[in-house]
C-alpha cells in the first residue's frame, strides 16, 4: 500500500505543476556507473545511458521544484579479468524507471539539488563464473520498488542547456530477498550509482 500511495503522490505531484500556469519541461540524457554495496565487488564497473523527461515549478527566481520520470540501468560488474588462474566473473543488470523528485536551489550560474527517488524495477538478470561454473539467473531477489536519496551540482549552461553531476544512494535494503550467485551469502544490497545528465528545456509556460 505505501509503495502504491507514493506512486499515486508522485503522478499527483506532476499534475499539480502542470495545473500551474507557469512552469518548464524538457528532456534529458546521461551517464550512469554503477555498484552495488553489498556484494563484495567493489568500483563502479557498470556503466549505461539515462533518459528521461522533467517538469519544473519555480517557487521563487532561485528555488524550483522539479519532477522527473527516467529510465535507469543499474547493477554490478566485478572487475575481474578472467585468466587461468582467477575464473570469477559476475554481472547484474537492473533496468528501472526511476521517478525522482528535488528541490534545486540557482547560484548565480550554477545550481543545486537534493531529492528522492522511487524506482520500479521492470526487468533484472545476473550470470557470473564462479569456480568455473557458469551461472546464470533471471531471478535475482532485487525488490520490485527501490527508494533512493540524491544529491548533484550543475551549471547552466544558457536559456536551454543545463548539466548536473549526482550522486545516488538506496535507502533501505534494495534486495530484502537476494539470490546470490554462487555459494556466497550477502545480505543488505544498496544500488550506489554516480550520474552525469544533459537537460534540455523544450518549453516555458
Known sequence: MKKVVTIILLFGLVAQLNSQSHFEGGISI????????????????????????????????????????????????????????????????????????????????YFFEVGVAVNYLFSDKQEGIYLQNQHYSNKTGFNMFDYTSFAGIGKILNERWRISARICYSMWDAAKEYVPPSERLYKRQYNNTLSVSLFWRLTFL
Not at 35 to 48: A, E, I, L, P
Not at 68 to 79: D, I, T
Open 30 to 109: 546521461g551517464a550512469v556507473s554503477t555498484q552495488v554495496d553489498g556484494d563484495s565487488y567493489s568500483g563502479y564497473n557498470k556503466s549505461g545511458i539515462k533518459a528521461g523527461f522533467w517538469v519544473a515549478k519555480p517557487l521563487n527566481p532561485k528555488v524550483y521544484l522539479s519532477f522527473e520520470m527516467n529510465y535507469f540501468p543499474k547493477g554490478s560488474k566485478s572487475s575481474i579479468v578472467l585468466t587461468p588462474e582467477d575464473t570469477d566473473f559476475y554481472l547484474l543488470v537492473l533496468h528501472y524507471i526511476e521517478m525522482p523528485v528535488s528541490m534545486l536551489y540557482n547560484y548565480d550560474k
